[in-house]
């Protein structure tokens, strides 16, 4: 396993290094990142430059029963959503100022990643104001046993939005069976601050993954890249 994966001729360093040469630089991709295993981590540190996101990422996990009480009345609403439409995109438009640095949110990411996917199964929901049409936030959700995984994310900079949305969902997912949410957001992102003041609580993250990066850009600033990148468990497909 070792020659396989291991030393400068191992296949990782040597599908790593082809993918660099035939993708990256400055008329190419500036940036790459991915979430490693703690030994590929390892070794690309050593081999390939590879460099942890600070701070890293946080594993969050509620209890339903203690998540809907934030419901607050008349305050949102949410669906699940069918067909993905061009709301995503007006959506991640108006908020492309509180994510400097990440993925394009949009309907075709959406519909492409979770609509679209040939063997998993998600779940699209939206959160709407009360009295409004217009799409607030939306989560994606995929199941397991009594688990519901927040698989990606969009929202505003809003504790009490995402709080009665959260509240909201766990409500819905309470009545199947579903005792508890979990999620894997970065450490210093608002939306993981939002999902704490939910009733997420930081727990020992159990897949072993550790956030990377690495620049191809003079100009572009890891440790700038590292405070500022936005990404969910969905830019992995590791769910």
Not at 174 to 192: C, D, M, Q, S, Y
Not at 216 to 222: N, Q, T, V, Y
């Amino acid at each position: 396993c070792r020659g396989i994966l291991g030393g400068r001729s191992g296949i990782l360093v040597r599908t790593t290094n082809s993918f660099r040469d035939r993708y990256t630089g400055l008329n190419e991709s500036v940036y790459v990142y991915g979430f490693p295993g703690r030994r590929h981590f390892a070794l690309g540190k050593l081999l390939l430059k590879f460099t942890p996101f600070v701070p890293g990422v946080n594993y969050l996990q509620g209890p339903s029963d203690i998540l809907l009480k934030n419901i607050r009345a008349f305050s949102g609403k949410i669906e699940r959503i069918l067909s993905v439409d061009d709301s995503f995109d007006r959506l991640f438009e108006k908020n492309i100022a509180n994510y400097p640095f990440s993925l394009r949110r949009d309907a075709e990411f959406i519909s492409w990643r979770f609509a679209m996917h040939p063997e998993n199964k998600y779940e699209i929901w939206g959160y709407r104001s009360f009295f409004g049409k217009s799409l607030k936030s939306y989560a994606v959700v995929s199941f397991e046993g009594n688990r519901a995984r927040l698989v990606d994310m969009l929202g505003p900079p809003s504790n009490n939005m995402i709080r009665d949305f959260f509240g909201r969902l766990a409500d819905e997912f309470a009545a199947r069976g579903i005792e508890f949410l979990e999620a894997w957001l970065p450490g210093n992102h608002f939306l993981t601050k939002a999902a704490v003041y939910s009733g997420l609580m930081p727990h020992a993250e159990p897949l072993g993954i550790i956030p990377t990066g690495r620049t191809f850009d003079p100009e572009l600033s890891f440790k700038w890249s590292s405070q500022n990148i936005f990404y969910t468990i969905a830019d992995a497909d590791v769910l």
